[in-house]
Structure formats: C-alpha cells, structure tokens
C-alpha cells in the first residue's frame, strides 16, 4: 500500500488477476482498458472490495485453471465475494459498481475475439445470476478509466484517460498471451 497525499488515505492499487477488499478507511485503485472491475460492498457492515480481470473463462476447459486466483472473471468475482463474506459482508447485502471493457487494442487483434463486449456480457450476466444488484456502472467506448473505489462509503471516483491507452494496450497484449500460452499449454509438455 502506499500514501495518496490527495485523499489523506491509503491506496492499493490492483492490477490484472488481483483483488482486494477491506473494512478500513482505505482507497482501491485500478486502470481499466479491455479489462473490468467490479467494486462489491455491503453497505451495512461496511466492508467492500475490487477485481480486475481480463477474460471471463479460460480459452480451453481445463479444471486446473480453475483456482483461486482472479485471472479469470469466473474465478475473480468467487474470490472476492468469499473474501468479503470473510470480512463480515452478507451475501444478500453486497452491491455491485462496474466499470471497464473498452476497446484499447487494435481492431486486427480483435478479429476472433470481442474481448470486451465478452467481458461486458459475462459480469452482467454473472450479477444477474448471483442476485447482486448493480448501483452503477460506465462500461465501453474507446477509453481507458482509472478507477479509485473507497470501500468503506462505497464511493467510486473515474476518470477516463487517453494519454495511456498505448501504454496499456500494450500492457494487456501482454498479459493476454500470457493468459494463452497458461491454457494453452496446460497439462502439456513443453519442448526446448
């Protein structure tokens, strides 16, 4: 964590496959392209917490790559309800804000995959699915969005932000075949 002079308060920043929630007085950040995040909260207790995730599902189904990490938007959002839930956040309680699924990358890279609107369609879905309400949300465009999430009002603050749109383009190619080469290799030999 580290000290945002201009809140007064301490930040964690997220980035793709991460989470974190927490009661305290604190700041979760993020920077969003193709990727989403869904701020989750109970108002009540109040306890609230933040993914970023850049897929939904892994390309290939391999029971392996279902763990407990957030890579996946499957796995992210499980992670992060049961870490609430183990803050003292109630299951029929939380409350969703959800931001992202922009299209950052070029189009040519989009050829086979509409990353973002899958990413766009699954949490909708997966909300509506779990009965969890979405208060807000600011998904799509061209933009990339920073995101801080105060998770003890349930407060969001965005901006959306061009100047690193290359930067983070490049930053989910990336991370995205890295994503590939995890499920496509899975349970395979490699050969140097």
Same mark, same amino acid.
């Given at each position: =964590?580290?000290?945002?002079? @201009?809140?007064?308060? #301490? $930040?964690?920043?997220? *980035?793709?496959?991460?989470?974190?929630?927490?009661?305290?007085?604190?700041?979760?950040?993020?920077?969003?392209?193709?990727?989403? &995040?869904?701020? +989750?909260?109970?108002?009540?207790?109040?306890?609230?917490? =933040?993914? !970023?995730?850049? #897929?939904?599902?892994? %390309?290939?189904?391999?029971?392996?790559?279902? &763990?407990?990490?957030? =890579?996946? /938007?499957i796995n992210a959002m499980e992670v992060l309800i049961n870490d609430i839930l183990?803050?003292?956040?109630?299951?029929?309680?939380?409350?969703?804000?959800?931001?992202?699924?922009?299209?950052?990358?070029?189009?040519?890279? @989009?050829?086979?995959?509409?990353?973002? %609107?899958?990413?766009?369609?699954?949490?909708?879905?997966?909300?509506?699915?779990? !009965?969890?309400?979405?208060?807000?949300?600011?998904? *799509? /465009?061209?933009?990339?969005?920073?995101?801080?999430?105060?998770?003890?009002?349930?407060?969001?603050? =965005?901006?959306? &932000?061009?100047?690193?749109?290359? /930067?983070?383009?490049?930053?989910?190619?990336?991370?995205?075949?890295?994503?590939? $080469?995890?499920?496509?290799?899975? *349970?395979?030999?490699? +050969?140097f």
């Amino acid at each position: =964590m580290k000290s945002n002079s @201009q809140f007064g308060k #301490l $930040e964690q920043y997220i *980035g793709p496959g991460g989470y974190y929630s927490s009661r305290d007085d604190v700041i979760i950040s993020t920077l969003l392209g193709s990727c989403i &995040s869904v701020a +989750l909260y109970d108002p009540g207790v109040p306890v609230g917490g =933040m993914n !970023h995730f850049m #897929l939904p599902f892994p %390309k290939v189904r391999d029971d392996s790559l279902y &763990s407990s990490t957030a =890579m996946y /938007g499957i796995n992210a959002m499980e992670v992060l309800i049961n870490d609430i839930l183990k803050k003292g956040g109630r299951k029929n309680c939380l409350r969703a804000k959800v931001f992202g699924g922009s299209t950052v990358l070029a189009f040519d890279r @989009q050829a086979t995959y509409d990353i973002p %609107k899958m990413n766009i369609t699954f949490i909708f879905d997966f909300l509506e699915r779990e !009965h969890l309400p979405v208060d807000s949300y600011s998904v *799509g /465009g061209s933009s990339a969005r920073k995101i801080w999430f105060f998770p003890q009002t349930a407060r969001v603050l =965005m901006s959306y &932000s061009k100047a690193s749109s290359g /930067g983070l383009a490049r930053r989910e190619n990336i991370y995205s075949q890295k994503l590939l $080469e995890s499920t496509s290799n899975a *349970g395979k030999p490699i +050969l140097f």
